[in-house]
């Protein structure tokens, strides 16, 4: 079995307002949204280091640097394992990409959902689009790993192809495309964001000729069911299963444990219990087996997408 992977959304606060925000507390006003001090954080961490070894985390959020010990929690979680940064690059200047990396970050992923200062207004409630098209460059003049990270909607559909022409251009590593998946924000604006297979299609054309086209590798991050979309149709596109609750994992803002960044069910408190043991729990298992039905185990495509999205299975169940 793989190590553990982990996202750490280090906060719950964002100076973005998103309409497609899949962060559970948007949607579940119960959540507890406090923020760890860092040295409950240190011990949280320390408690799961020496539970396990996990093979990289990312720190997320909200917006990762809004947290005032972010400098501070990259260098403690670089010392023991591989460390990203997921964010929307509003605060991104020189000075914090250079401390960031000196500090351990190895990548970036960066939210671009267009380029179009119109469209990034109206879905991420932002006129600072300028700003992270900067944060683009910099990242790659720091010498850097990056992502750039695309959410298909349905206000953003024809903007792909400018975004994959631009992460080309400003040399990023990668480009991550996921579908809209309705969870936190977005529940309120179902009908404004949501995508048909049809539309999806559409993406997924265009991607692979940009990939082959630009020779650049083209990441499908929400796993799609093969009977929904045939993988094989688009072979420049690096279509996953889904490994949430398996070897990708989520501890939010006060050290709780999730499956996934949009699943809200808690499994436990990492700081009262061990991870080895969490990870078993019958709830974990339940969910693992979400994306797995009857239709698959006679399904010739499931080895290639272990089922599709759990979430989104046990969503629409």
Not at 40 to 45: A, G, I, R, S
Not at 234 to 249: A, D, H, Q, R, T
Not at 290 to 311: A, H, L, P, Q, T
Request: glycine content about 6%; charged content about 25%.
């Amino acid at each position: 079995m793989k190590k553990p992977y982990f996202i750490y959304e280090i906060t719950a606060r964002c100076n973005n307002n998103c309409l497609y925000c899949y962060n559970v507390w948007k949607e579940e006003h119960n959540y507890d949204q406090r923020e760890l001090s860092f040295d409950k954080t240190k011990e949280l961490f320390d408690k799961l280091f020496d539970d396990i070894s996990p093979s990289g985390i990312t720190i997320a959020g909200g917006e990762p640097l809004l947290h005032p010990n972010i400098f501070d929690v990259v260098l403690l979680l670089s010392k023991k394992t591989r460390v990203g940064i997921a964010t929307n690059g509003l605060l991104l200047d020189e000075e914090k990409i250079s401390k960031l990396i000196e500090n351990g970050v190895i990548y970036f992923e960066i939210s671009l959902p267009t380029l179009n200062p119109g469209t990034y207004k109206h879905l991420c409630g932002s006129e600072q689009l300028e700003i992270v098209r900067k944060a683009v460059l910099l990242i790659k003049n720091g010498g850097s790993k990056l992502t750039i990270s695309f959410v298909a909607t349905k206000l953003n559909l024809e903007d792909i192809s400018d975004v994959i022409d631009l992460s080309f251009a400003f040399l990023a590593d990668t480009v991550a495309i996921n579908r809209f998946v309705p969870g936190g924000r977005g529940l309120d604006y179902l009908s404004e964001l949501s995508i048909s297979d049809k539309e999806l299609l559409q993406v997924l054309v265009i991607a692979d000729k940009k990939s082959k086209e630009y020779k650049m590798p083209i990441n499908i991050t929400i796993p799609i069911e093969s009977c929904i979309i045939n993988h094989k149709e688009y072979p420049n596109l690096n279509f996953g299963s889904c490994v949430c609750g398996k070897e990708k994992w989520v501890i939010d803002p006060f050290g709780n444990l999730r499956t996934c960044e949009q699943n809200p069910q808690v499994i436990g408190n990492l700081l009262s219990s061990n991870f080895s043991e969490l990870s078993q729990s019958e709830s974990v298992k339940s969910f693992q087996e979400n994306n797995f039905s009857i239709s698959c185990e006679k399904c010739g495509r499931f080895e290639n997408c272990g089922g599709g999205c759990r979430f989104v299975r046990s969503h629409k169940t």
